[in-house]
């Protein structure tokens, strides 16, 4: 009988991620709903301390020299087996690059059912349903948690990091893995980013620009703005594919998460690869022509005006002032 | 090309020339006299690698490699300056330019704002990439609504193009309502597309993609064929363009006038309803694809002196040397990328024109030196300074560009910008 | 060498989305069909490696509204094969549509999947991994610009955070585009128009079998504004006064 809420938690450079403890505050709420246990599954090489914060029941951790750096191969030979022998109630991985390539595959190997996009988790009296969000956050889908297993592919944004961050130190059982035989896929470096260049994820003031900006030279506006006010200019995904902004700058699921004090979003429409990485932030402010753009239900406070324009106008303010 | 026993293939030069030379005009290429005045005359020349003398020198030369190397045909926004001036009557900017963009766009070199837009026209029959249900939003505002072929009527007097821009700017959708009321004022049986409308195509095809043009134009004749109108009138100098000059070269006809020849029809009946002064001077700009291309500069200037109050200017670079918003065709879309390079724009140096060196009442007296002192001014000394300056305009792609121009002119604060039909209706009090 | 990218057309969210009478599904009714950006993607990535490096490039599409555009403009591209799968009906599942790509694929027997990593309509899961899973094919994704050396990819994974690794990964696999290398390029309507003279579209018809894997959706609605942003209004002037005023009180200026 499956049984365990799962959930695969990922590190890089010698941390955890943030994604990790929403996950295990997800995972935490359906234990206890479900009554079932929650087990966070840790994979890595001589990172045992890591687990230390996690708030789980218990932790599994894998530990091999070739599970230093992910590698979809490694992991899925190393999970694969335990989850035949402990067939989990659900599955809980990041809809993230390393989750994504883990969820799927374990999914179709064992014939589970896969939910994406999930936002979070609710109780309908006895049952159990998903919420997850679609098509660029405008469709929200509600569903019955499946039955008896379930893969799901979370997205940050309904539970705080600090919900799944436990006092207590966790039970650790280290496995130690023999060997890794079918990794095909090997790291040669990783590629860093320009030094010196603004860390935004550390900023308290962020000016970030959308493809509600039309033209390059629109960012120096941004730029003025966001020299005033003591901040940075960041960007979602369209302005950096365009080279408007390094990938530095690069505010979203690819990029960074960030949570300044006061997070200025211009010409951002907010699908959720976007938003999802903001959720962090005191105060978002969203501008945007489109009244309907998504941005509205994360902004606290909106302006239904043209970028350019409002940047504008606070330049002026500010200069005046 | 045959040389005795030597087979010699068609080079990339040959190839470019024979195509010029297809064009009914194109030969007139062989005359160039390499007098520079295209160079000369167009307003982003001298950020040119290969302005358009350069490229025929290039093609008499066998280096036309050289001109596909550059990227240089991308800071042409097909405003007709060059053509205009030509004293060889060469088809510069839809033959050679627009010829030579195509190969460009051939080969996928075009810049990323340009791409979007051609891919939005291609998906969504316009180049914002708004959707096409939305295209006749703009109604809402206006009741009792505006007419809808397909919804409404099969059979007006006036079909009522109206364009994209027009259509989903909002700046631009002011004078589309302005002229939406001046014709049911006037009681004219007309009706629009709404979302049945898709783009001319006339910038498009200007910026290289001729292909696109076609399938425009094909589909614009299956939806117009499916109803009666008299006459086709357009509020859109590009869409005027089009349907004039460029439709009947694919064997479709259509009987069109822009906007202001219409009204002017009805300069008269209009005349009677302007009831309240508009206290301004005005200084019309003649829109590239209206003037310079088409030659139609009186009926604008006839409707603005029939306004009570206006006291119309005329700009040193006016009629069919007026400079180009930057609109011009496809140069919308090219904005992001002329800037990069000019890091100026040509709608800056309109602005730059409007605002006067010297106070208003001085330009006033040099222009008209008997003007009369106004009955206004009881003590008969000064002469009625207008106290409101207007830049008029009467193509939907000027207004944005001249309100973004204004931005960044010293001096443009107190400048407005508006279309005939704003004026118009506003002095008719609609 | 053979390069085959599956792609996927979905709903179009320029156009306004609207929910079905069951209240469980989207209205088919209106809505737009494109190709899924990423896919767009996987397309130029394909057709890049085939410039570089040489190799066959089929392009596969389910049969939707659509498919004909995405597939003759693969080929304006430069793909060489196009497929398109006939029986699929209007909605189906990634599972679904991995289940009838599966033969497909044995049958062409390719050297790389690529695929865009996911698309905005994916509930059940992302159809690469799913796929990968079903052909014992090994999975990566979330890849952004690639290139062979000898029987290798090399390629770029990026990671949240900005981090990319550059990594080795063996042939056969299946790759998950975030981005190409370059931009897909712009395909002039006149090549799209000569693809569709000249341009073979290969049928191929399929049986659908119910993976039985969908999720049971109780309901499927639009947000409603419910903690909708304050909206401050009035003249640009106004506007940039309150806004101060929020910075202010935020302690930033």
Known sequence: MPSGIYVLIEHQQGAVEDISYVMLAAGNMLAKQTGEEIIALLLGNKIKEMAGDLKADQVIYFDHPDLEDFSPDAYLEVLAPYIEAHPPKAFIGGHTSVGMDIVCGLASRFGFPIISQCQKFKTEGETIQFVSQICGGKIIVEGLLPEPSVMISLVPGSYKVEQGKGDVSPDIETVEVAEILNNRMKLIEYVELDAGDVDISKEEVLVAVGRGLQNPNDLELAQELAGALGGSVCGSRPVIDQGWLPASRLVGKSGKSVSPKVYLAFGISGAPEHTQAITESDIIIAINTDPNAPIFEFAKYGVEEDAVDVMTALNDHIMQN | ?430 | MKIVVPVKLIPDLVEELSIDPSGTALDMTWMRLVINELDHHAIEQAILLKEKFGAEVIVMAPDLEGADDVLFTAAAAGADRLIRIIGLGESFNNHTLAAVCQPIMVDINPDMILTGVQATDDLDGQLGPILAERLKMHYIGYIAGMSLENDSLILNKEFPGGLVAKMKVELPAVVGIQAAESPPRYIAYSRVRQARNSAEIEDIQTTVVDTNLSPAITRMFQPEAEERAQILSGSLDEISDQMIKILKEAGVV
């Not at chain 2, 080079?11 to 020339?17: E, G, I, R, T, Y």
């Not at chain 2, 134009?217 to 064929?225: G, L, P, Y």
């Not at chain 2, 306004?307 to 919308?332: F, Q």
């Not at chain 2, 001085?362 to 009881?378: A, F, H, Q």
Request: hydrophobic content about 40%; some cysteine.
């Open chain 2, 1 to 430: 090309m045959d040389y005795g026993n030597v087979q010699v293939s068609e080079s990339v030069n040959q190839a470019f020339m024979n195509s010029i030379f297809a064009y009914p005009n194109g030969s007139r290429m062989r005359t160039c006299i390499q007098c520079g005045t295209c160079a000369g005359v167009c307003p982003y020349g001298p950020w040119m690698e290969f302005t358009p003398r350069k490229i025929i020198h290039a093609l008499r030369m066998n280096e036309f490699e050289e001109v596909l190397k550059s990227e240089s045909v991308w800071m042409c926004i097909s405003c007709f300056a060059c053509a205009n001036a030509c004293p060889q009557e060469i088809p510069l900017t839809d033959v050679l330019m627009a010829r030579l963009k195509e190969e460009m766009l051939l080969a996928g070199n075009i810049p990323q704002e340009l791409q979007d837009a051609l891919e939005n026209t291609q998906r969504y029959g316009n180049p914002m990439g708004e959707s096409p249900r939305k295209r006749g939003e703009w109604i809402k505002a206006l009741s009792p609504a505006v007419p809808l072929l397909g919804r409404d009527h099969q059979s007006v007097d006036v079909l009522w193009y109206v364009g994209d821009y027009a259509s989903y700017h909002p700046a631009a959708i002011l004078a589309t309502i302005a002229f939406a009321k001046i014709l049911r004022v006037l009681g004219v049986d007309f009706g629009i597309l709404g979302s049945l409308e898709n783009s001319d195509g006339d910038s498009q095809r200007l910026a290289g993609e001729k292909g696109l043009f076609e399938m425009l134009a094909d589909k614009n004749a299956q939806i117009f064929s499916k109803f009666q109108f008299n006459e086709i009138v357009t509020t859109d100098p590009h869409a005027f363009n089009a349907f004039k000059n460029e439709y009947p070269k694919l064997g479709i006809n259509f009987p069109v006038r822009h906007y202001t020849q219409f009204l002017a029809d009805h300069l008269a009946e209009i005349t009677l309803m302007l009831k309240k002064e508009i206290d301004a001077a005005v200084a019309f700009h003649d829109p590239c694809y209206l003037g310079r291309v088409n030659q139609i500069y009186e009926p604008p200037r006839q409707l603005l002196r029939a306004i009570p109050g206006v006291e119309l200017v005329e700009m040193s670079h006016n009629r069919s040397n007026s400079l180009c918003c930057g609109g011009g065709g496809g140069g919308m879309w090219l904005d992001g990328y002329t800037w990069e390079i000019a890091e100026t724009r040509s709608s800056e140096w309109r602005i730059q024109e409007v605002v006067p060196a010297k106070p208003i009442e001085d330009i006033l007296t040099v222009l008209s030196p008997t003007r009369k002192v106004s009955k206004k001014n009881g003590n008969g000394k000064t002469a009625n300074i207008p106290s409101r300056r207007i830049l008029a305009v009467a193509c939907p792609y000027e207004k944005p560009r001249f309100e973004d121009a204004k931005k960044v002119v010293p001096g443009a604060g107190n400048l407005e910008v508006m279309d005939i039909a704003e004026l118009l209706a506003d002095s008719m009090g609609l």
